[in-house]
């Protein structure tokens, strides 16, 4: 239990994993100081599944709401990415949790559909760089904090102070390796690979130094995920990677049930 309001911000690297490299430096430093494990992903029951329906099924599974989605996605007869959730008895965030304010920033417009159905705020990508001073690289976020301020300003950050009034509780950007940001008019445009994502990681680790008044009250979450999975990919699957350490007291610190079971039951198609 937090003994001060706090507020939570998740980067979604959707397809960003497998690009992290040695010379991302402010991923690995973050990873040393953060609490650090893997996530269960459900195999897809589709062999036909979209690109834009996998976005959904993965996100879904983020936001705890995987098995309304699919209850609804069978009521509906086909599995449709913009399954709408309106009409069924899915809760939304702010229900669930006690009326939590939260928001995404998405390029992707049935990932921003899904989110509203489940009531966040959908804001546009092009509003993180609208600030931005044209003469200044945008990779640099730790030299131009446009992005890193924008953030922390929706969740009640500024200037190093903890503001009382502020838009969101929670904030999610939503970024794959080949998109990009772009303002209303086109001038600006920044690519979300993962050196941009390695700097903007970088940007808000500045901002929040440990023992800052931002720290105190800024829960701070990377998520990477590997995108689209090809069929034997091994290096994407804790299944198939399992046999490997068998021999290795390593694996005692990694339980099962933390990814293969939910609510006491054996998930079959954890991938």
């Known amino acids: 239990m937090a003994d001060k309001p706090s507020r939570a911000l998740v980067i979604y690297g959707d397809g960003h994993a497998n690009l992290v490299s040695p010379q991302h430096a402010h991923l690995h430093s973050f990873a040393t100081r953060a609490s650090c494990g893997f996530l269960s992903l459900r195999a ?3 062999a036909q599944e979209s690109e834009n ?3 959904i099924r993965e996100l879904a599974q983020l936001l705890d709401a995987y098995d309304i989605y699919a209850a609804t996605k069978r009521e509906n007869g086909k599995p449709n990415s913009k399954t709408d959730l ?4 899915a ?4 229900q669930r949790f006690m009326g939590l304010r939260a928001a995404i920033f998405t390029t992707c417009p049935d990932v921003g559909s899904f989110a509203t159905n489940l009531g966040l705020s959908v804001l546009k990508n092009s509003e993180l760089i609208e600030q931005m001073n044209s003469d200044v690289d945008p990779l640099e976020v730790s030299d131009n904090n446009a992005i890193v301020s924008k953030f922390l300003k929706l969740l009640g950050f500024s200037g190093g102070e903890v503001l009382e009034k502020y838009d969101f509780d929670l904030v999610f950007l939503h970024i794959t390796p080949s ?3 772009k303002d209303e008019k086109g001038a600006k445009v920044i690519n979300t690979d993962v050196d941009f994502l ?3 990681v970088g940007g808000l680790m500045h901002e929040a130094q440990p023992g800052s008044k931002v720290a105190s009250r800024l829960h701070f979450s990377v998520v990477l995920g590997y995108g689209t999975i090809a069929d034997g990919s091994q290096n994407c699957s804790l299944i198939l990677n399992s046999a490997v350490e068998t021999n290795s007291d390593l694996s005692l610190l990694r339980p099962h049930q933390s990814y293969t079971m939910k ?7 954890i991938r």
């Open 44 to 46: 897809p029951t589709d």
């Open 53 to 55: 329906d996998r976005r």
């Open 86 to 89: 309106k009409d069924s008895p």
């Open 91 to 94: 809760p939304t965030i702010s």
């Open 179 to 181: 998109e990009k940001l």
């Open 198 to 200: 390695n700097k903007l």
């Open 263 to 269: 609510g006491g039951n054996i998930l079959p198609d």
